[in-house]
């Protein structure tokens, strides 16, 4: 149980001697006061762990997920100089580089001169756009057949372990979106990453 602890008294002194007693006074009081030690345990070690700030480079196994929709090649190589990418894996069913400075030859050119390992997984595709007008129906077919792809997944799981990897699909939205429904079904392999849903800055051009 704690001590309590006395409140100061107020006193009005007057006259030096009068002062001086009192100073006086105080230092016997302070001298004479024996301190309370309390002994601390130990501090325990603690593991180490990573920092993982938006404007910091991740770990090297780390998934940056980007929607294309809209991009352009700035947008691009911000991106790659942001998380300091080593592989890219293109999920979309047509992987097209198209636009002002966003051709193929410009874009296998830019990851070729930033040492980067370009990979697409025609295989995690969304082989089942255009069998539905509702998107959320294309996504659960989706969902079921990338599931079983276990092979490809596995091969996946390689291209992450020598990232960052860059995770290109085409919706801006990461969730609900082919890039989601992929990230979730390598987390049931077991496989442990970091995740970071990049955006685009839209901005003039």
Same mark, same amino acid.
């Given at each position: 149980?704690?001590?309590?602890?006395?409140?100061?008294?107020?006193?009005?002194?007057?006259?030096?001697?009068?002062?001086?007693?009192?100073? +006086?006074?105080?230092?016997?009081?302070?001298?004479?006061?024996?301190?309370?030690?309390? =002994?601390?345990?130990?501090?325990?070690?603690? +593991?180490?762990?990573?920092?993982?700030?938006?404007?910091?480079?991740?770990?090297?196994?780390?998934?940056?997920?980007?929607?294309?929709?809209?991009?352009?090649?700035?947008?691009?190589?911000?991106?790659?100089?942001?998380?300091?990418?080593?592989?890219?894996?293109?999920?979309?069913?047509?992987?097209?580089?198209?636009?002002?400075?966003?051709?193929?030859?410009?874009?296998?050119?830019?990851?070729?001169?930033?040492?980067?390992?370009?990979?697409?997984?025609?295989?995690?595709?969304?082989?089942? =756009?255009?069998?539905?007008?509702?998107?959320?129906?294309?996504?659960?077919?989706?969902?079921?057949?990338?599931?079983?792809?276990?092979?490809?997944?596995?091969?996946?799981?390689?291209?992450?372990?020598?990232?960052?990897?860059?995770?290109?699909?085409?919706?801006?939205?990461?969730?609900?979106?082919?890039?989601?429904?992929?990230?979730?079904? =390598?987390?049931?392999?077991?496989?442990?990453?970091?995740?970071?849903?990049?955006?685009?800055?839209?901005?003039?051009?």
């Amino acid at each position: 149980m704690a001590n309590s602890v006395k409140q100061p008294r107020l006193r009005v002194i007057s006259g030096a001697k009068a002062a001086s007693d009192h100073v +006086a006074g105080e230092m016997h009081e302070a001298l004479s006061a024996r301190a309370h030690l309390h =002994v601390l345990s130990p501090l325990q070690p603690v +593991a180490a762990q990573q920092l993982s700030l938006p404007w910091l480079n991740p770990t090297k196994r780390t998934i940056i997920s980007l929607g294309l929709k809209g991009a352009v090649k700035a947008d691009l190589v911000q991106v790659i100089r942001r998380y300091g990418i080593r592989r890219v894996a293109d999920i979309r069913v047509s992987p097209s580089f198209r636009g002002r400075d966003f051709d193929l030859a410009t874009i296998t050119s830019l990851f070729h001169m930033n040492g980067i390992t370009y990979q697409r997984f025609s295989s995690l595709a969304n082989r089942f =756009v255009g069998e539905s007008l509702n998107p959320h129906v294309v996504l659960d077919m989706y969902e079921r057949y990338v599931t079983n792809q276990e092979a490809a997944l596995r091969e996946f799981c390689e291209a992450v372990d020598a990232g960052p990897l860059l995770l290109l699909g085409w919706d801006e939205n990461h969730s609900p979106s082919e890039r989601s429904i992929l990230i979730d079904a =390598v987390a049931r392999l077991g496989h442990t990453f970091e995740l970071v849903v990049a955006s685009l800055e839209r901005g003039p051009r």
